[in-house]
């Protein structure tokens, strides 16, 4: 069983930065992680995503993050960071991390989510 562990939510000022780091791992065996990510949901909202990045490093990011935010990841680590800078309120929300981790048999991937930080910004 694939277990991620998130770390980095906080509060912080508008305008401000912070850094979601998120690690996955497993006790018996190795694994392979396709694609990895991270969403947010803020209350009453729906779950939406923030940024992504593929096993060949191709990011893909929401418009409302785009030039604020970056994403990263370390393979051979199992990590993907998220830093985030020039903060806004709207900014607001739970931070989930998501990976994507790669089988042998059908459907050759499945979702394996983070149980979330919170990350509040103030005006």
């Known amino acids: 069983q694939v277990q991620l562990e998130e770390s980095g939510g906080g509060l912080v000022q508008a305008g401000g930065s912070l850094r979601l780091s998120c690690a996955a791992f497993?006790?018996?065996?190795?694994?392979?992680?396709?694609?990895m990510g991270w969403y947010r949901q803020a209350p009453g909202k729906q779950r939406e995503l923030v940024a992504t990045i593929t096993s060949g490093g191709s990011t893909n990011f929401a418009d409302s993050v785009k030039g604020r935010f970056t994403i990263s990841r370390d393979n051979a680590k199992n990590t993907v960071d998220l830093q985030m800078n020039s903060l806004k309120p709207e900014d607001t929300a739970v931070y989930y991390c998501?990976?994507?981790?790669?089988?042998?048999?059908?459907?050759?991937?499945?979702?394996?989510w983070g149980q979330g930080t919170q990350v509040t910004v103030s005006s």
């Open positions: 998501k990976i994507v981790v790669a089988t042998m048999v059908y459907p050759y991937e499945y979702d394996v």
């Open positions: 497993r006790s018996r065996s190795s694994f392979a992680i396709n694609a």
